[in-house]
């Protein structure tokens, strides 16, 4: 089955202490993306990848790193996380075919809470 | 990088037509527009996607004026399961992939 898979899907963790969210999708999809997602703000890109090492800023990357060595894979890092980084996050992928008409498959989702 | 414009929420009840309309003044010309429908604690899901006039799918059409600055999503007789937010989202063509989503439409269907 044709997926993107997220781990883990939830997390309570405390300031400071740092935390890989994963991202594996099973498609052979060039592009990968992270998104958080907040209560009246809607979807904010975070970082997006276009093939393997390579990687680029979105509009919300402050706090966060990425690294893509792998196709499959895409993990988002957060090296010292801080409360306002609360949030539910989703990673998508999609093809090169499909990429620049914006079809998009999106993960579950994985939502994290910093104390 | 186009900008999207929705309606924050709609009421509805089954069996009503939905119609929802998403403004992208700003769209470029290679852009395409799709529209996105996301359930609680779930990833969004793609419902169809055009780049001009009107396409339609097993579940939704879309609606593309001339101009292109405007689309809508017609969602047809709608049940209590099309409870979701619908996101409007225009490709991130000329030369960036910075795909943008606005807040969205919760669209709330009432029995």
């Known amino acids: 089955e044709a997926q993107v898979t997220q781990n883990p899907r939830y997390l309570i963790t405390v300031t400071g202490k740092k935390l890989t969210v994963t991202c594996s999708q099973n498609m052979n999809h060039e592009y990968m993306s992270w998104y958080r997602q907040d209560p009246g703000l809607g979807l904010r890109q975070i970082y997006y990848s276009m093939n393997v090492e390579v990687t680029d800023k979105g509009d919300v990357p402050e706090g966060y790193k990425v690294s893509r060595k792998e196709k499959r894979n895409f993990p988002l890092i957060l090296e010292s996380p801080s409360p306002n980084q609360t949030s539910l996050y989703f990673c998508a992928s999609s093809n090169q075919g499909t990429l620049n008409t914006g079809e998009l498959f999106f993960g579950e989702g994985s939502r994290l809470t910093v104390l | 990088l186009a900008k999207t414009t929705q309606p924050i929420s709609m009421d509805s009840y089954e069996g009503q037509e939905v119609n929802i309309t998403c403004s992208h003044n700003n769209i470029a010309t290679n852009d395409y527009i799709t529209w996105y429908q996301q359930f609680p604690s779930q990833g969004p899901r793609f419902i169809i996607q055009g780049y001009k006039t009107k396409v339609t799918n097993e579940v939704a059409s879309l609606f593309i004026p001339a101009d292109r600055k405007s689309s809508t999503l017609s969602l047809p007789r709608v049940s209590l399961s099309d409870t979701a937010v619908y996101y409007c989202?225009?490709?991130?063509?000329?030369?960036?992939?910075?795909?943008?989503f606005g807040t969205g439409t919760r669209l709330k269907v009432l029995a």
């Open positions: 989202l225009v490709g991130g063509t000329s030369g960036t992939y910075k795909y943008i």
